[in-house]
């Protein structure tokens, strides 16, 4: 598998460092309200990313963060006159919501910031201990010049940033380019007792010190958005590599940005739609398939217009997979012909190009193309004349190729059936009110689809002929 890896700028082999497990981290949600539809970008390229790795058998140890203490939620809680803890409890729920509504895999597990506090505080000791980390005034800096590589990450050197940097210095750092790794604490904020008096930490150390406390010196991959590499990737990359003198990620994946005209969906541009918006007027598997119809290194642009097109997209997927339901229970013939037996093989050929797309740093936008192209090809080849076997055989291989997706995993005869049911209660009520004309178009209607109702003493049954 290659993994295009932005610490190098190019594809590599991805090697784990066990074999057949993946130690992940993804930087998440700070939870000081519901997250956008641009978040949802970035929770659901690395749901796919893991999705696939378990797909190829390895066993994903998928870390993702709440950050639950910083100036967004501290001023979030003020206004809302709550704690901060309490406006972090109530986001982490919604969190989950949107998430399971999109879903998402849960995480293996999601640490919060704030439970990190004392590991954070020693993560701190240990680089002033080891020269990297200077305290001013109950305030503890990092000194970029100190870490030799500082920069590496982004592709910056040291010198052009702090030539970029001298508007706006605080005097009291050594360096421009030195952050706070722990913040004295100031009126009306939350803070924990430290050797450099009641604080809290700085954003870029928790991911450092979690990462660390669950994954240990050196993870496999470490993940976020693209807004993330400069300066909070390079920030941990600095701190946890002084800190453990090992290489703190092999792979470092960052996924482009969702837009809208163009800019980066955020909510200080106020230019976003949260995910619960969305989620009330399209189907997960629409809104999925809409955000990996696009590599997730490319820019993709958020538009009704695209949000329509993926729905009809999946809607011509799911009549396949509603076609192969049907031929499931029509078909006379059992047993595979010799010519099936070899179209069989021909099907695999799709699931071989799905596989080296993806295997090629998740190219989701070529797969879901195979999975078209699959689907053209069975619903020509497959029908009432064919054999159980083989129409089992093309159901399970596209539901196969989606789920490391995470769509087309429903069943069309569920819906259906549903459907059906609430047809006939609409005709029984129909029927309450006289309103005969109503109660027989109805009945007239499901006749048509080939659905025949009869009434018994237990009350209306239906049955498909
Ligand atoms: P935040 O809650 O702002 O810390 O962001 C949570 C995650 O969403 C981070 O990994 C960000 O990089 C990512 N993110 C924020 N805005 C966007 C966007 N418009 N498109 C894609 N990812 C984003
Ligand atoms: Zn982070």
Same mark, same amino acid.
């Given at each position: 598998m290659k993994v295009f890896n932005t610490m190098t700028r190019q594809k590599e082999e991805f090697k784990p460092i066990n074999p057949n497990k993946v130690n992940m981290y993804v930087c998440g949600p700070t939870v000081y309200d519901f997250f956008h539809i641009g978040n949802a970008r970035t929770f659901l390229v690395f749901d796919t990313v893991r999705r696939y790795f378990e797909y190829k058998g390895y066993e994903v140890n998928y870390i993702q963060n709440f950050t639950d203490i910083d100036d967004k939620m501290i001023n979030r809680a003020n206004k809302e006159g709550i704690t901060v803890k309490e406006l972090g409890d109530n986001f982490i729920k919604e969190y989950y919501q949107d998430a399971d509504g999109l879903n998402i895999k849960r995480a293996t597990n999601n640490p919060r910031a704030t439970e990190y506090i004392d590991e954070i505080i020693e993560f701190v000791e240990d680089l002033i201990n080891k020269g990297y980390a200077y305290e001013v005034d109950g305030d503890v800096y990092f000194s970029t010049k100190k870490f030799k590589e500082y920069g590496k990450l982004s592709g910056q050197n040291l010198e052009d940033l702090q030539a970029g940097a001298r508007i706006n210095v605080d005097e009291r750092k050594e360096d421009p380019m030195d952050f706070a790794v722990w913040k004295s604490e100031k009126p009306g904020e939350p803070s924990w007792k430290s050797p450099w008096g009641n604080g809290r930490p700085g954003w870029h150390i928790e991911c450092s010190c979690m990462a660390h406390n669950l994954l240990g010196d050196t993870i496999d991959i470490h993940a976020g958005g693209a #807004?993330?590499? *400069?300066?909070h990737h390079e920030n941990e990359v600095a701190q946890s590599e002084a800190r !453990?003198?090992?290489? *703190? =990620? !092999?792979y470092w994946m960052h996924s482009a940005y969702l837009n809208i005209d163009n800019k980066k969906m955020s909510k200080s541009l106020n230019n976003f739609f949260t995910a619960r918006e969305i989620l009330k007027q399209y189907d997960p598997e629409v809104i999925r398939l809409f955000m990996l119809s696009a590599h997730y290194r490319t820019p993709l642009n958020f538009s009704k217009d695209l949000l329509e097109s993926a729905k009809a997209s999946l809607e011509r997927l799911y009549n396949a997979i509603g076609n192969l339901e049907r031929l499931q229970n029509e078909v006379t013939k059992i047993e595979l012909t010799g010519q099936e037996d070899k179209y069989k093989k021909e099907l695999d050929l799709y699931k071989d190009k799905y596989i080296e797309k993806m295997d090629d740093d998740f190219n989701t936008a070529d797969a879901i193309a195979v999975m078209f192209d699959l689907v053209r090809d069975i619903n020509s080849n497959i !029908? =009432? #004349? &064919? &054999?159980k076997k083989v129409v089992d055989y093309a159901l399970s291989l596209i539901r196969e190729l989606g789920s490391p997706l995470g769509v087309l995993q429903n069943s069309t005869i569920c819906d259906l059936d549903e459907e059906i049911e609430k047809l006939v209660e609409l005709r029984q009520q129909a029927r309450k009110e006289k309103n005969w004309s109503l109660a027989d178009k109805i009945r007239d209607d499901l006749k048509e689809k080939g659905i025949v109702l009869e009434d018994t003493p237990q009350g209306v049954r239906w049955k498909k002929i």
């Amino acid at each position: 598998m290659k993994v295009f890896n932005t610490m190098t700028r190019q594809k590599e082999e991805f090697k784990p460092i066990n074999p057949n497990k993946v130690n992940m981290y993804v930087c998440g949600p700070t939870v000081y309200d519901f997250f956008h539809i641009g978040n949802a970008r970035t929770f659901l390229v690395f749901d796919t990313v893991r999705r696939y790795f378990e797909y190829k058998g390895y066993e994903v140890n998928y870390i993702q963060n709440f950050t639950d203490i910083d100036d967004k939620m501290i001023n979030r809680a003020n206004k809302e006159g709550i704690t901060v803890k309490e406006l972090g409890d109530n986001f982490i729920k919604e969190y989950y919501q949107d998430a399971d509504g999109l879903n998402i895999k849960r995480a293996t597990n999601n640490p919060r910031a704030t439970e990190y506090i004392d590991e954070i505080i020693e993560f701190v000791e240990d680089l002033i201990n080891k020269g990297y980390a200077y305290e001013v005034d109950g305030d503890v800096y990092f000194s970029t010049k100190k870490f030799k590589e500082y920069g590496k990450l982004s592709g910056q050197n040291l010198e052009d940033l702090q030539a970029g940097a001298r508007i706006n210095v605080d005097e009291r750092k050594e360096d421009p380019m030195d952050f706070a790794v722990w913040k004295s604490e100031k009126p009306g904020e939350p803070s924990w007792k430290s050797p450099w008096g009641n604080g809290r930490p700085g954003w870029h150390i928790e991911c450092s010190c979690m990462a660390h406390n669950l994954l240990g010196d050196t993870i496999d991959i470490h993940a976020g958005g693209a #807004d993330l590499v *400069f300066p909070h990737h390079e920030n941990e990359v600095a701190q946890s590599e002084a800190r !453990n003198g090992k290489t *703190f =990620a !092999n792979y470092w994946m960052h996924s482009a940005y969702l837009n809208i005209d163009n800019k980066k969906m955020s909510k200080s541009l106020n230019n976003f739609f949260t995910a619960r918006e969305i989620l009330k007027q399209y189907d997960p598997e629409v809104i999925r398939l809409f955000m990996l119809s696009a590599h997730y290194r490319t820019p993709l642009n958020f538009s009704k217009d695209l949000l329509e097109s993926a729905k009809a997209s999946l809607e011509r997927l799911y009549n396949a997979i509603g076609n192969l339901e049907r031929l499931q229970n029509e078909v006379t013939k059992i047993e595979l012909t010799g010519q099936e037996d070899k179209y069989k093989k021909e099907l695999d050929l799709y699931k071989d190009k799905y596989i080296e797309k993806m295997d090629d740093d998740f190219n989701t936008a070529d797969a879901i193309a195979v999975m078209f192209d699959l689907v053209r090809d069975i619903n020509s080849n497959i !029908n =009432a #004349d &064919s &054999s159980k076997k083989v129409v089992d055989y093309a159901l399970s291989l596209i539901r196969e190729l989606g789920s490391p997706l995470g769509v087309l995993q429903n069943s069309t005869i569920c819906d259906l059936d549903e459907e059906i049911e609430k047809l006939v209660e609409l005709r029984q009520q129909a029927r309450k009110e006289k309103n005969w004309s109503l109660a027989d178009k109805i009945r007239d209607d499901l006749k048509e689809k080939g659905i025949v109702l009869e009434d018994t003493p237990q009350g209306v049954r239906w049955k498909k002929i």
